[in-house]
């Protein structure tokens, strides 16, 4: 059976597992390897139905011998069998790792053999891969049953192990397995969770302790193949993650595929947004300080489908409403509907420069449908509470002939001319770059030469001033391009740094917000193009991308790209700026660059070619068609990156043929 036929079933049947998160160990890169891993993963693309594709989700084999009811690859189901090998998985997870397609590889397989035998493979594969100087993400499954002794082995090569408990209650799992029991999924659990206790006490008295499973376990429960309510789901995950340590619970609703029963009269496919409401009920309790019995009781035992959890608590509990997000706790802003951890965050740290307005809200991510009803601040269409620092009367009068600062451009003529307006005691009304073409008429423009002597000076400023993190909110903010922002940085600096001639203008905290939300903006698109970018392999250890990003972002993923491809050259150009970075296998460096584009020069040779096809099978494989949500996956996939990633442009130049 050909390589391209073994994906497509295998990737198929490992579709349904959700256990695919990429994070949570930091495996950096040391010397000249391929790959790391680090703790928030990457999502490198999503497919039609909306869920993430981060790492190479297969199979070892979907042959079995369970006849688990629930279970695509269960054994009386008459489906295509196939099985790889450790060489050609090494192979798959080395090629589409090098040209960025993945993050790492998910590891599971049917049980063949037995449950030892099949660990062994697993092992195996993963020991082949690793001496290949993989240094990536690996998360392996741990089949029921398994011996200490493996599931330790397993530890010491993968990043995270799980081991799926299946159904809410052991009477479930005997009922619809025959072969499982809980006790049979525990008591590898129970060997991880004791393992990575050990190894945390090991830390702390020798100097030199092997890594085991460091991105921790996971498990995964089946939503609708039993009759348990959400209530019992629920208070398993609880004690899961309290006895067993989990990073995490994922849920799966049931989908009867082909021929499969579950022998259960009550049993039918349930609402996906089942499913999505059992995870946002996981946050709650996990990270947001709900308790069990705040999220769901036991004479309601389902979760209400037609709003999220967070809302159905705040009508049961009108008393703790509206919270003033000017003075409440930060437990008590968590618990606003429309509100999330980062946006919690934001309002407990700029209400200390100013009170929170509902403007401000919204430029800092708050769904403002969601909160109005629950919430009291200032800006609200019923407030007559007066307001500090409304007066107009602290405004700065604008000058009749505006005084602005021309620089290059560049980050360092900004820092430059900051260094002439504090040096000159001179308050500019603007700085702007050369490039500005709109001149005001009675403009007094003076341009300021770049000096890196004077820039860095500045740069250590910030650093004392504004702390690293602050310094570095005004960087990524000018890498968005924003018309003015290289004047509301000037503006922000001077109001926390005032000089003796100049007195703020009392604007501080709108232009904060301003410049979090720019910032937050090409963090985002950095994020997003550390997963998108595609490389194509141009000869022997050199590889090509191309990107067009929103904003400036090739310097915030220049590290990314360093540590994880540190054995190849590459190059990622930038095609809007017309510059990018070349890897020579020491240092990335930005150089300006004028590249044709795609299908302009030679067609990619025959191996490259295998590799895309392949990677476009996994793509298509993995989908599930009666998920599909086009709405979904536009958002979390814009239109905008298609052009230069291999499973969209391979799909359209499919159905343009």
Not at 88 to 106: A, W
Not at 334 to 352: E, F, K, M, N, Y
Not at 560 to 567: K, P
């Amino acid at each position: 059976m050909l390589i391209e036929e073994k994906l497509s079933i295998l990737a198929a049947a490992a579709k349904y597992d959700v256990s695919c998160v990429s994070s949570g160990s930091r495996r950096g890169n040391t010397g000249r390897r391929l790959g790391n891993a680090v703790p928030a993963g990457v999502c490198h693309t999503f497919t039609e139905d909306g869920r993430c594709v981060s790492l190479l989700k297969i199979l070892f084999t979907n042959f079995c011998v369970f006849d688990c009811a629930y279970c695509v690859n269960r054994r009386s189901n008459d489906i295509p069998r196939a099985a790889f090998t450790p060489h050609e998985i090494v192979g798959l997870t080395i090629d589409f790792y090098r040209r960025n397609y993945i993050e790492g590889l998910f590891l599971s397989s049917g049980v063949i053999g037995g449950p030892d035998e099949t660990m062994e493979r697993l092992i195996r594969t993963v020991k082949d891969l690793r001496q290949k100087g993989f240094n990536g993400y690996v998360h392996m499954k741990c089949v029921p049953h398994t011996s200490r002794r493996l599931v330790r082995e397993a530890g010491l090569l993968a990043d995270r192990l799980s081991v799926n408990i299946e159904l809410p209650t052991d009477e479930s799992l005997r009922r619809l397995t025959k072969e499982k029991t809980h006790a049979s999924v525990l008591t590898p659990m129970n060997v991880i969770h004791e393992t990575l206790a050990e190894t945390e006490e090991d830390k702390k008295r020798l100097r030199h302790v092997p890594a085991f499973a460091p991105a921790g376990q996971s498990t995964q429960l089946i939503v609708g193949a039993s009759p348990e309510t959400d209530h019992t789901i629920l208070h398993l995950s609880d004690r899961l993650y309290r006895r067993q340590a989990l990073k995490r619970v994922y849920y799966s609703a049931y989908v009867p595929v082909g021929n499969i029963v579950t022998d259960d009269p009550t049993a039918a496919a349930p609402p996906l947004k089942r499913e999505n409401r059992l995870y946002q009920a996981d946050w709650l309790i996990r990270l947001y300080g709900f308790s069990i019995e705040e999220v769901i009781t036991a004479r309601q035992p389902n979760l209400d489908l037609t709003m999220d959890p967070k809302q159905a608590f705040a009508l049961r509990h009108p008393q703790f409403f509206p919270v003033d997000v000017n003075t409440a706790e930060r437990e008590m802003i968590l618990r606003v509907p429309g509100i999330g951890i980062r946006s919690a965050d934001r309002i407990v740290t700029l209400r200390r420069r100013g009170r929170i307005r509902l403007e401000h809200l919204r430029q800092m991510g708050v769904v403002i449908s969601r909160a109005l009803p629950f919430i009291r601040c200032d800006g609200l269409p019923d407030t007559r509470w007066h307001v500090p620092g409304a007066n107009t009367a602290n405004a700065r009068p604008v000058a009749l002939s505006p005084l602005v600062f021309v620089t290059d451009g560049s980050f360092d003529g900004l820092l430059s001319a900051i260094f002439d307006a504090y040096a000159e005691k001179t308050a500019p009304d603007a700085i702007q770059p050369a490039t500005h073409t709109q001149q005001g008429l009675f403009e007094r423009r003076v341009s300021i030469a770049t000096d890196s002597v004077k820039a860095a000076r500045v740069w250590r400023g910030l650093k004392t001033h504004l702390g690293v993190k602050g310094r570095q909110i005004l960087a990524e903010a000018f890498l968005s391009d924003n018309a003015g922002v290289e004047t509301m940085i000037y503006t922000y600096v001077r109001e926390r740094i005032p000089h003796a001639k100049v007195s703020p203008n009392g604007v501080s905290l709108d232009v904060k917000i301003r410049l979090d939300q720019l910032a937050r903006k090409v963090r985002e698109e950095a994020r997003r193009l550390e997963g998108f970018v595609r490389f194509e392999q141009t000869g022997e250890g050199r590889y090509l991308a191309r990107i067009a990003p929103r904003y400036d972002v090739l310097p915030l993923i220049r590290n990314h790209f360093e540590s994880r491809f540190a054995d190849q050259r590459w190059i990622i150009y930038d095609t809007v700026r017309r510059y990018g970075l070349v890897f020579d296998g020491r240092t990335a460096r930005a150089l300006p660059l004028d590249m044709a584009e795609p299908g302009a020069g030679s067609r990619p040779d025959a191996d490259e070619s295998l590799c895309q096809r392949l990677w476009q099978r996994y793509y298509d494989a993995v989908n599930i068609p009666a998920r599909n949500n086009p709405r979904l996956h536009r958002r979390l996939l814009p239109r905008r990156y298609w052009a230069y990633l291999t499973e969209k442009r391979l799909m359209d130049s499919q159905d343009a043929q």
